[in-house]
């Protein structure tokens, strides 16, 4: 059974940095395509970050670039979103999310489904 478990979500000053952790059990990791999503009140769901087999930066979005970064530790099974300069628009539900896929421009598509969720993690940036 594929679990997703998030941590790492708090309430920030504009300005400051979190780290979110996503714990993975039950998931192969061959051609593995995992992802950060987001979603704030009244908006609708939005890719974050996506990670190719672990090492390619598949996607990020643009209102992201070069302040969140998304990494793999393949050892403890566990992914990780380091959010920095953080703004108040950054507020939202975090989630992880992962697939399979055997080809990079699928897994860097963030409209794609995605086959397993976390229960998602809150986090608060206040000006």
């Known amino acids: 059974q594929v679990q997703l478990v998030e941590s790492g979500g708090g309430s920030v000053q504009a300005g400051g940095s979190l780290r979110l952790s996503c714990l993975i059990s039950g998931f192969t990791n061959s051609n593995e395509c995992l992802g950060w999503f987001r979603q704030a009140p009244g908006k609708e769901r939005e890719g974050v970050g996506i990670l190719y087999r672990g090492e390619v930066a598949a996607y990020s979005a643009d209102s992201v670039k070069g302040r969140f970064t998304i990494s793999r530790d393949k050892a403890n099974n566990t992914l990780y979103l380091q959010m920095s300069q953080l703004k108040p628009d950054d507020t939202a539900v975090y989630y992880c999310?992962?697939?399979?896929?055997?080809?990079?421009?699928?897994?860097?598509?963030?409209?794609?489904?995605?086959?397993?969720w976390g229960q998602g993690t809150q986090v608060t940036v206040s000006s």
């Open positions: 999310a992962a697939r399979h896929t055997s080809v990079l421009r699928s897994c860097a598509n963030s409209a794609a489904p995605f086959t397993y």
